[in-house]
């Protein structure tokens, strides 16, 4: 079935113009639709329908009793007409964005299950059989693979198709050890409830990827289906801009993932910079004829600053998603911190910049030997060099410290799907930390 309504607080305007905009509200399931189908629209009058009426067709051929909702995002070219007149439900989203506009038209859905898609014709609504008995076998998210289902020639970007999809697929797998093999497919469906309780953020394309993330990382059930893509109506102009899109996934993925975007890497340079100053200590090193001496360790113990502090930044980020509900708690990090807390941080960073101290004591006294007068550079800054840099991390552990403590403090949380969530990550870092 397919059911006609505008969204709730919307009032039609006189001569037949669109409906008032009105933020959709989260609506609960009918118990007389099972499959709801949303079709982001931002002017898609050329192709929208086709959408729709492929996804009624789609619903008596299951069958199935479904609606077709177009979240439409400020079209103004007859688009809104278009579904109306066709017996679509029209939810109206103001804010502007691919996100924003989904996220919308899914609050609004009356269906246990929902099946999103692009409304510009490149995807078969006929064919989401295999989508729906994926949802009825009780799989959380399932996604379309078109890879793997066929792309017909010239739908997709050479760039996009043979760069751009598989590399930011495969940072995606890689980060969040994902079974996705299509991060970007625009064809999937979901269960509406686990979905929602991921609490999505994201209001433009990189949305597409925050579903696919959180679902993983929160161990929902994830099927995939081969899906095709044809190449639409050649007379439409393409919304995506490949190169900044791209960039906002691949910036998701990253801000997602601390460990691969602050922890692996400052490790990195840590280990890479301790090797360095361990072998540069005793004096200059001859490679060839290339003589690595202080300049080359002044360097080595800047890279050890800096992969410390990415380290840091690691800690402090996931902290933080925790505490604000946009990471699950790991397990070895709840382990961890039976150990970390304030007071080991403090003493830990205390005697990093005792030891510190206790160099540059030691290059004072060397310096009080010859009456405070020249002494041999080289050997000095081999000294003074490691004795900053210890100093200098142990000014970091305690000013750390003391910033993971505030952010263990707890404090009222508003309410909201995941105000008992975000109760718990402030209750277990403050347990942890301080």
């Known amino acids: 079935m397919s059911v006609i309504q505008r969204p709730r607080g919307a009032r039609r305007r006189p001569n037949g113009t669109r409906p008032e905009p009105a933020t959709p509200e989260r609506e609960a399931p009918d118990v007389s639709i099972e499959l709801s189908i949303v079709l982001p629209c931002l002017n898609e009058a050329m192709t929208l329908g086709a959408c729709i009426r492929a996804a ?3 619903f008596r051929a299951l069958p199935i009793s479904g609606e ?32 924003a506009a989904l996220l919308g038209g899914i609050k609004a859905a009356r269906g246990e299950f929902v099946i999103m898609g692009d409304a510009d014709a490149t995807y078969d609504f006929e064919a989401i059989g295999p989508f729906v008995e994926k949802l009825r076998e009780g799989h959380d998210l399932v996604m379309g693979n078109r890879f793997a289902g066929g792309i017909a020639e010239g739908a997709m970007p050479w760039l996009s198709r ?6 930011l697929t495969g940072i995606g797998r890689l980060l969040f050890h994902s079974p996705v093999a299509d991060f970007h497919c625009g064809l999937r469906g979901f269960r509406k409830d ?15 990827s925050e579903i696919v993330v959180k679902a993983t990382l929160t161990k929902l059930r994830i099927a995939e289906v081969p899906t095709t893509l044809s190449r639409g109506d050649e007379k439409r102009s393409s919304h995506l801009r ?4 791209g960039w906002r996934h691949l910036r998701f993925l990253l801000v997602y993932s601390p460990r691969w975007l602050f922890l692996y890497p400052g490790l990195l340079l840590m280990a890479l910079g301790m090797a360095a100053t361990l072998w540069l200590l005793p004096g200059p090193r001859v490679v060839g004829r290339v003589t690595f001496d202080i300049q080359t360790l002044l360097f080595a113990c800047m890279t050890i600053a800096i992969g410390f502090q990415a380290v840091l930044f690691s800690i402090l980020g996931k902290v933080f998603a925790w505490n604000e509900g946009l990471l699950p ?12 807390t304030l007071e080991v941080g403090l003493a830990t960073g205390l005697l990093s910049m005792l030891a510190g101290a206790a160099g540059a004591i030691y290059a004072f006294v060397r310096w009080s030997e010859v009456s405070f007068g020249a002494l041999d550079v080289s050997q000095a800054l081999r000294i003074a060099i490691p004795s900053l840099t210890a100093l200098l991390l142990g000014a970091q552990t305690i000013l750390a410290s003391f910033f993971l403590s505030m952010l263990g403090i707890r404090r009222r949380r508003p309410a909201g799907p995941n105000a008992m969530e975000s109760d718990h990550l402030g209750t277990l870092a403050t347990q942890r930390i301080d």
């Open 162 to 167: 043979w760069i751009g999809n598989p590399v």
């Open 68 to 99: 077709v909702i177009v979240a439409d995002n400020g079209s103004s070219d007859g688009s809104i007409e278009i579904a109306e007149g066709l017996g679509a439900r029209v939810v109206q989203v103001p804010e502007r964005g691919y996100g």
């Open 329 to 340: 708690v790991g397990d070895r990090f709840r382990r961890m911190f039976r150990y970390v």
């Open 242 to 245: 490949p190169w900044r899109d």
């Open 56 to 58: 009624q067709a789609a």
């Open 194 to 208: 686990p979905i929602l309780a991921l609490d999505l953020q994201t209001t433009g394309m990189e949305f597409a």
